[in-house]
């Protein structure tokens, strides 16, 4: 078992920054990869970035390429997103997810075993 719990989140300005954070507790935390989701009001919650267990490996969704940074201490067991010249469109409740069933399937929310529970990001227009 793994439980996760998101913190950093808040209300920033148009042309702010935030950093997310995920504590990992319970099983070895340098063993699986790790993931960023997003959920905005009234849509499906959608990939934002992914990062392979030893941090080797880390793939974006297209609208957050050069913005965001998916980041991880194995040594403190948490993984990070900087997130960077945020925007309206940002605002979303924002989700770490942990073990994907396979490193190919990072961005398929069916793939994930664990999921935090999720921290409100709001950037007004």
């Known amino acids: 078992q793994v439980q996760l719990v998101e913190s950093g989140g808040g209300l920033v300005q148009a042309g702010g920054s935030l950093r997310l954070s995920c504590a990992a507790s319970g099983r070895t935390f340098?063993?699986?990869?790790m993931a960023w989701f997003r959920q905005a009001p009234g849509k499906e919650r959608e990939f934002v970035a992914a990062i392979s267990?030893?941090?080797s490996t880390t793939n974006y969704a297209d609208s957050v390429k050069g913005r965001f940074t998916i980041s991880r201490?194995?040594?403190k067991n948490t993984v990070y997103l900087q997130m960077n010249s945020l925007d309206p469109d940002t605002t979303a409740?924002?989700?770490?997810?942990?073990?994907?069933?396979n490193y190919n399937t990072y961005a398929n929310t069916d793939s994930y075993n664990y999921w935090g529970q999720g921290s409100q990001d709001t950037v007004p227009s």
């Not at 340098?30 to 990869?33: A, E, G, I, K, L």
């Not at 409740?93 to 069933?101: I, L, Q, R, S």
């Open 73 to 75: 201490d194995n040594a």
């Open 93 to 101: 409740v924002y989700y770490c997810a942990a073990e994907p069933d």
């Open 53 to 55: 267990w030893i941090g």
């Open 30 to 33: 340098s063993t699986y990869s």
